[in-house]
T-cell receptor, first 115, second 113 residues
Framework: DQQVKQNSPSLSVQEGRISILNCDYTNSMFDYFLWYKKYPAEGPTFLISISSIKDKNEDGRFTVFLNKSAKHLSLHIVPSQPGDSAVYFCAASLIYYNQGGKLIFGQGTELSVKP | EAQVTQNPRYLITVTGKKLTVTCSQNMNHEYMSWYRQDPGLGLRQIYYSMNVEVTDKGDVPEGYKVSRKEKRNFPLILESPSPNQTSLYFC????????????FGPGTRLTVT
């Protein structure tokens, strides 16, 4: 059962426009949500995160929105640049007391920003 | 430079031949983890370790073993690899568990024939 879902395998956007990547989750116990970016032949790199007690976090061109009632989060990139072309993974964090924790990843969305 | 290293980066092997993928981090992180990435499935956690000598199963542990004898190293062992373990493997580390960002290695592409 996929607890974190990214339903769009790919997204194509024109340079300078907004990119919106979406992610849905099922477990209301998730306490942190993170976005990772992955270029080919490299490992994922952390992009931005949001605590479950907040509804928005902004870092430069990147903003993450969390809608807990809908169990939905989104990543906005404004303005989009060709260098943003990559696979974006949404991840949710689940901390078990005294048992460590885990990150549960979505399937990824491949963003292509066209000049 | 803070980093997570994995070796080898590419490996082709045959069914049943034991192999080890090494992982090392130089950030003094307590938490380390192994993931596999497969098309349409994203990244799935295989095993994780909260600290030295403390390891636990992730979501897809079958067919894998790990050990954490030193803080910096977290090798992944496939005792008897099978073709369904053909995948892209990533090691990751973080200062603590949960919401802390994890730093990923460059990946190991494994093919089992």
């Amino acid at each position: 059962d996929q607890q974190v879902k990214q339903n769009s395998p790919s997204l194509s956007v024109q340079e300078g426009r907004i990119s919106i990547l979406n992610c849905d989750y099922t477990n209301s116990m998730f306490d942190y949500f993170l976005w990772y970016k992955k270029y080919p032949a490299e490992g994922p790199t952390f992009l931005i995160s949001i605590s479950s007690i907040k509804d928005k976090n902004e870092d430069g061109r990147f903003t993450v929105f969390l809608n807990k009632s809908a169990k939905h989060l989104s990543l906005h990139i404004v303005p989009s640049q060709p260098g943003d072309s990559a696979v974006y993974f949404c991840a949710a964090s689940l901390i078990y007391y005294n048992q460590g924790g885990k990150l549960i990843f979505g399937q990824g969305t491949e963003l292509s920003v066209k000049p | 430079e803070a980093q997570v290293t994995q070796n080898p980066r590419y490996l082709i092997t045959v069914t049943g031949k034991k192999l080890t993928v090494t992982c090392s981090q130089n950030m003094n992180h307590e938490y380390m983890s192994w993931y596999r990435q497969d098309p349409g499935l994203g990244l799935r956690q295989i095993y994780y370790s909260m600290n030295v000598e403390v390891t636990d199963k992730g979501d897809v542990p079958e067919g894998y073993k790990v050990s954490r004898k030193e803080k910096r190293n977290f090798p992944l062992i496939l005792e008897s690899p099978s073709p369904n373990q053909t995948s892209l493997y990533f090691c990751a580390s973080s200062l603590r568990t949960g919401g802390n960002e994890q730093y990923f290695g460059p990946g190991t592409r494994l093919t089992v024939t």
